[in-house]
């Protein structure tokens, strides 16, 4: 009898259980093993294993998917690594990279790869269907006309039957049919300019080995242009691409424009929104090779793929690549260790990078490629206003200046956004005078006002101090308090522009995957003229007669207790920029403010990244907060804060003398949404400028905390959190 760990979906420290078989199954194989008495999937991770238990009490596998390719050993690796990186049980990790129909205990239909059916010789010789079966006689013309060759997904649009009638036309020997895909008519392209080219040029010296590029490129540089430039030429080599996207990038425009582009490469595109049985088979396409290149959100970094040649990440700056929940996976930073593991060159993509992307440009790690102008000829930069509305009379959120650009805009025949930052901050205090705001001494960011307290609080820290009486910039007395504005921008919108069609875009309005296709659809029948929404729309989108963005309430996130607040508000206020005047007028950007010298406006108005990151790893380095050191939240959550904060509390003071010396580990504090679903939230940050020690570190506290369980308090581990 032969021993095999099996990666099984449980919560166990490594997820690995021992079950027995008469014969050695190859590692990678789906099973049926009993797990508490029922049928769970399993991947065999190892073979002939050493019994860690008496041989009589380990189970039998029940059923072995035979039929079914392996998962590679490269995939395992990714697992391994994944599960190891992130402390997250290695079964529970193995299964969040499968796709629903390999979680299931029954065996997968394989991809077949799709087959083009033509009328042949002999079949043109043959009298053609009678008009009166319609839709038989439709099939068959179809079947006529065709040089290459239809596929079945397309018979089968003209007749529901299409697979009974062609298979038995195929019978009669009247059709051919060809597994070759049909050759595509090249749309047409533009020749890269100068800047494209050089980065073209210096991606592809690196093919066949592992480097990192870092592409930045301001928005519409035609930095999609460039990876599709290597995308290409990496396809005709013969080896695969992962193409991966924030989750709402993944964009009708975009796959229009990739259909466009690669229109006969066999694609794969894997989202959250697929259907369970596509995704399953774009899954197996890709592992068994058939599929080229595989889009897709941050989940697709898990796919396997026998013989990848480049992956890209575009706008790799965006949240959405982290994963808040379960496995806390950062899909960039495992595509470049894949990038690594297969030797292949990765760029990542941004106008805006993430400042760890930019500090290992800066430091030689990625090398960096840049794109300066725009790649329309025509189209100008922006002009962006900082409004200062700390004195004025102010319409529901809207300046009277704001209102008046609207109504101008809206009578010229342009189209507006408004934009709302609607990222969560806690109440802070702020001199209105002076604008000065309070830091926290120990680290980047804010403090956070509790007012019962009467103190100020950092909440990355814990650090405390009283409420101060003045400020300590300008002697000013009169501290404000800011908090949250609800506003009612539709309405006061309506009232002011009265015959303007006003459309809210957030995350209930495009649920569905057809929404944005609807909303495209009004934006370019011009049906709408001014667009309401938060983060959503500055990603990634062509709105060719945008011309004007008016941005409400940006200061929450100077205020905000994440110190990246700032680095994301930059980040959306020059995409958002960006939207304003793509293609051949200038647009204009009004950004209201109270703090109108805080350098991140300074920044935006001069449309410099490079300003703007300058200043903010100068902010950052003497805390060393990342990219300078690394960091992991522990967290927990119980019915009161108190519980939660005292779990975690009680944990540090035992482990205080067994952390490594250059890991500082602070006191639990609240989480920035403090409650969720009736329960509250602490967590506690581990802070290190050494990756490792810092990893030993996470892994005494995943010890305690498995050793501590309370049945009141549910735990978890976020390494390189990104949200506070
Ligand atoms: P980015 O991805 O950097 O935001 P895109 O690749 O979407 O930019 O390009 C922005 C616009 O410029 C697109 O409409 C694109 O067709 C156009 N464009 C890009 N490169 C060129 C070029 N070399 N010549 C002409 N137009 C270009
Ligand atoms: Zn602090």
Known sequence: MIYHHIALNVPLSDGLLTYVHPEALPVGRRVVVPFRNRPQVGVVWAARVEPQIAAAKILPIQEVFDGEPLLPPDWQALLSFTARYYHYPLGQAVFTALPHGLKEPKAVALPQPPLFYRLNAIGRQQPAPPARFRKQAALWAALAETAHGVDMADLKRIHAQAEKTVAAWQQQGWTDCTAEIPPHAAAPRHTLNEEQQAAAAEIQTAFGRFQPFLLYGITGSGKTEVYFDAVEKVLASGKQVLFLLPEINLTPQLLKRIGERFGDVPLAVLHSQTAAGKRTQDYLRSLLGQARLIIGTRLAV?????????????????????????????????????????????????????????????????????????????????????????????????????????????????????????????????????????????????????????????????????????????????????????????????????????????????????????????????????????????????????????????????????????????????QVSGRAGRADSAGHVLIQTQLPDHPVFAAVKAQDYRRFAEQALLERQPFSMPPFGFQTAIRADAPTFAEAAGFLNEIKAELELLLPENVACFGAVPMLMVRLAERERAQIFLESPSRKDLHRAVSLWVQMLQQNRQPNIRWSVDVDVQEM
């Open 302 to 574: 898990f796919t396997p793929l026998p013989d990848v040649g480049l992956i890209v990440v575009d706008e790799e700056h965006d949240t959405s690549f982290k994963q808040d929940n379960e496995l806390r996976y950062h899909a960039r930073d495992l595509a470049v260790w894949r990038a690594k593991q297969h030797n292949c060159p990765i760029v990542l993509g941004s106008a805006t990078p993430s400042l760890e992307s930019w500090h290992k440009a800066q430091s030689g790690t990625y090398r960096l490629l840049e794109l300066t102008r725009r790649g329309h000829a025509a189209a100008r930069l922006p002009v962006v206003e900082i409004l200062n509305v700390g004195r004025l009379k102010m319409d529901n959120g809207f300046s009277p200046q704001a209102l008046k650009l609207l109504q101008q805009n809206h009578q010229q025949g342009g189209m507006s956004l408004v934009y709302l930052n609607r990222r969560g901050f806690a109440p802070a205090l702020f001199c209105g005078d002076c604008g000065h705001t309070f830091g926290c001494p120990n680290c980047s960011a804010k403090m956070v006002l509790h007012q019962r307290a009467k103190q100020l609080r950092c909440h990355h820290c814990d650090y405390r101090q009283p409420v101060p009486y003045k400020c300590p910039d300008c002697g000013n007395q009169d501290l404000t308090a800011v908090g949250f504005g609800t506003q009612r921008v539709e309405e006061t919108l309506r009232l002011a522009v009265p015959n303007a069609k006003v459309v809210r875009v957030d995350r209930d309005s495009t649920a569905h995957k057809n929404d944005w296709a609807e909303l495209y659809r009004q934006i370019a029948g011009e049906e709408i003229d001014i667009l309401v929404g938060t983060q959503m729309l500055a990603k990634g989108h062509d709105f060719a007669r945008l011309n004007l963005v008016i941005v409400l309430n940006a200061d929450g996130s100077l205020y905000s207790s994440d110190f990246r607040a700032p680095e994301r508000l930059f980040a959306e206020l020059m």
